[in-house]
């Protein structure tokens, strides 16, 4: 954007703000906020210099995951997602893997941790066997693992006190249970009939969630179950989702044993990966390397993406000189039968099965588990220290066939089964990883619109440590139009299922000093065919740099852009006023400053400042900004309150910012703001006993440039809407 352009955009800002442009708009408050935050940023970095602290971290610690959330917040991108609720399930689940207990972890554990190696692993694991973790700085006295390392692993993991020791069978138990009740405030129009006419939603605007959790060394078993706002619930066992699970997990031949509902992810993640992954969201070091993780319970709340059944992996015999060489062969095999929603098109045909959670409306319970999908799956799998190699072969079948649409998944017919080879190559600091993938049943599965006939799928890299202090990594993918795995999810442009895409990706982490980290990355990709709702193959890319400098002990500054840019298409009149579609492109650029500043044991602070700017072929461009401060108070260990407040104003939806939010323990908040307005939320944590605690969360935002909020049965009256979430957490 040019400089007069640039002072053009401030100078209307300005006057629309002050109210001397334009409709008059009563905010008087949202200057004099900017303003104070403006100057409370300079008074952090007048002042961080001198003020001591006892650099004491309110960090992932096994009982609060705030700050691990917020690093999911920013490194995944919702704009990767159809919908928030599909977000808000892959975060989930996420949510549900980390952080690890460096206390109790196995290596397989461990190794889930990004950035981990099975050096820094083992290293962790000779260090307990003679001493505990008190906290996570205890890391930095592990030979091999320095300050850097720390900061970097200590998003992820927890120090968690080890369990007390039991004998046989009951080793280690323990056990957890969540109650959680959350309502937005007033309620939507969808929940109030007119003119003698029904409500449109069929229950409650309450949101109630509920999980029980027992586990041992060996065992673990859990029950989830939710309802959603505007579902039916009646009580006790009217909770529309439920999801339970029993576990073993063993060192014998049997590794591990599941019976209900758990994840399945394998190779590169191209024939049968669940939702748990990073993305390009990652580290950018090694964010196209996915590191298989076999067969897990699964416990979150998320209701597209998991098997329910049973599943088993077991570890096979080998002789001897192959044993002391440290290979090992793992056999995996699951099935899963379990019931769907689709929407039916005519007769006996369906579109594919909807990710979408709820069934509030007449039209949602009507379809509800209207399909049954069986899901047979297995994989073998040779490791050695220095090298694997897998085969992996899922079978997908429904009991209705799918007539696909322009606009969702290219799946076609009733079934389809995929097959792939992933090898991995350790030489010294080199790592060599792909996988190769394929459609063997040609005549049920089609790409897009019906075309395209290349039913493989490629994902291969490089990773690299060189020189010291620098990391690397470089990958390729190519999937072809043709191909679908329905449970596939492997690297690249968007989450989900790997088709109708190739690209490269490079990225880096550097360390050019102690306290300074940069880390980046590179895409760029291409369609060969047309995309969902598209008549154009399409290409772009995207470019990301992060910026973190450790002032000193308890301050940190972070700074971070990211900027994509992708083909699209729009409507025009030709000179016959014929409507007709023609390629063009959109971009967009987003920037965030924020610190972190740990003022003493009680108090931290976290400022921050985000802008976006939004292009579109054609259109002028639109922009966006944020401010946004929180504040941690923990007054005892039993006590502690987050506050936190924003302003923010963008030009229209297509420059709509993210806001994090601090929430209930477990529970992801990324508040999606567009329009003028503010917002503010408070979390009270209280925790009498070491087994009790209990939180409420009160959120409030404010529009100054609508007369109501939200659209269609979910908007509500008033350009004011709060929310209230209560949440206790016993721990046996």
Same mark, same amino acid.
């Given at each position: ?12 800002? +300005? ?6 442009? *334009? ?61 928030? @609720? ?13 952080? /690890? ?88 129009? !969808?929940? =109030? ?41 009646? #009580? ?21 044993? /599941? ?19 990073? !993305? ?32 088993? @992996? ?31 098109? @005519? ?80 030489? *010294? #600091? ?38 010291? *202090? ?26 989900? /299922? ?34 969902? !709702?598209?008549?154009?193959? *399409? ?21 971070? /852009? ?99 939010? =601090? ?52 908007? +509500? ?16």
């Amino acid at each position: 954007m040019a400089r007069s352009q640039a002072s053009d955009w401030f100078v209307s800002r +300005t006057a629309k703000i002050s109210g001397t442009a *334009g409709p008059p708009l009563k905010v008087p408050g949202l200057l004099l906020m900017a303003l104070l935050h403006a100057l409370f940023l300079c008074l952090t970095l007048l002042l961080s210099a001198d003020t001591a602290h006892s650099g004491i971290h309110f960090g992932a610690d096994g009982r609060d995951r705030a700050e691990l959330v917020q690093h999911f917040s920013h490194a995944i991108d919702p704009e990767d997602f159809e919908s928030m @609720e599909d977000w808000e399930a892959y975060v989930q689940e996420l949510m549900d893997l980390f952080p /690890v207990n460096i206390n109790s972890a196995s290596e397989h554990e461990l190794l889930l941790i990004p950035g981990m190696t099975r050096r820094l692993a083992d290293a962790i694991i000779t260090y307990r066997k003679d001493r505990r973790f008190s906290s996570i700085d205890d890391l930095s006295n592990v030979p091999g693992i320095g300050p850097v390392t720390t900061e970097m692993l200590r998003p992820w993991v927890s120090a968690g006190s080890q369990r007390r020791r039991h004998r046989g069978w009951a080793k280690g138990i323990g056990a957890q249970q969540f109650f959680r009740f959350q309502q937005s405030f007033p309620a939507a129009s !969808g929940y =109030y009939g007119s003119d003698g006419q029904p409500a449109h939603f069929a229950g409650s605007p309450a949101r109630l969630y509920h999980r029980q959790t027992v586990s041992t060394t060996g065992i673990s078993a859990n029950l989830t179950q939710v309802k959603l706002p505007g579902e039916p619930y009646n #009580p006790p066992y009217g909770f529309d989702f439920t999801s339970a699970h029993l576990a073993y997990q063993g060192s014998g031949m049997f590794r591990r044993i /599941v019976i209900g509902d758990y994840s399945a992810r394998f190779g590169q993640g191209l024939v049968l990966w669940s939702n748990a992954s990073f !993305g390009k969201g990652g580290p950018a070091h090694t964010a196209p390397f996915k590191r298989s993780q076999g067969v897990t319970p699964y416990r979150s709340s998320g209701q597209t993406r998991f098997f329910r059944g049973a599943a088993a @992996e077991a570890s096979v015999p080998l002789p001897r000189y192959l044993r002391q060489t440290g290979s090992e062969l793992i056999l995996s095999a699951m099935r899963s039968s379990r019931y769907r929603s689709a929407v039916e098109v @005519e007769g006996d045909t369906i579109r594919p099965p909807s990710g979408n959670p709820y069934h509030r409306t007449e039209s949602e319970l009507a379809r509800k588990n209207n399909v049954r999908e069986i899901v047979h799956g297995a994989n073998i799998s040779w490791s050695h220290p220095n090298w694997k190699l897998g085969i992996t072969r899922v079978s997908y079948r429904l009991d209705r066939p799918v007539l696909p649409h322009p606009n969702s998944s290219p799946f076609n017919g009733a079934k389809h089964q995929a097959s792939g080879l992933d090898g991995l190559l350790r030489i *010294g #600091p080199i790592r060599i990883f792909g996988e190769l993938a394929r459609i063997t049943n040609r005549s049920l599965v089609s790409g897009p619109h019906g075309a395209g006939d290349d039913k493989t799928a490629l994902s291969a890299g490089i990773m690299a440590a060189y020189p010291d *202090g620098a990391e690397w990594a470089l990958a390729v993918r190519d999937y072809g139009p043709g191909y679908w795995s329905e449970y596939g999810n492997g690297f690249g442009e968007g989450a989900g /299922v790997p088709t109708n895409q190739s690209g490269w990706y490079l990225g880096f982490r550097l360390r050019p000093a102690a306290r300074l980290h940069l880390s980046g990355f590179l895409d760029r990709f291409r369609f060969p065919e047309p995309t969902r !709702g598209n008549i154009w193959p *399409g290409r772009g890319w995207e470019a990301n740099l992060q910026v973190q400098y450790r002032q000193r002990t308890g301050l940190q500054h972070q700074f971070g /852009v990211r900027y994509k840019e992708r083909s699209t298409e729009r409507e025009i009149l030709d000179d016959f006023h014929r409507r007709t579609r023609i390629p063009g492109s959109t971009g967009r650029l987003t920037g965030r400053y924020q610190i972190n500043w740990q003022v003493h044991q009680k108090l931290f602070l976290r400022s921050r400042i985000e802008a976006v700017m939004s292009a579109l072929s054609g259109n002028s461009d639109s922009h966006g900004i944020a401010f946004s401060k929180s504040v941690r108070w923990q007054q005892t260990r039993k006590l502690r309150v987050d506050l936190g407040w924003s302003l923010f104003e963008t030009d229209d939806f297509s420059a709509r910012l993210y806001q994090y939010e =601090y929430d209930l323990a477990q529970v992801m908040t990324s508040r999606m703001l567009h329009g003028l307005g503010r917002s503010s939320y408070t979390v009270i944590r209280f925790q009498p006993l070491n087994w009790l605690l209990a939180e409420m969360k009160y959120a409030r935002i404010r529009y100054f440039d609508r007369p109501a909020v939200g659209s269609g049965h979910d908007q +509500t009256p008033g350009p004011v809407r709060s929310e209230l979430g209560l949440q206790i957490r016993l721990s046996y």
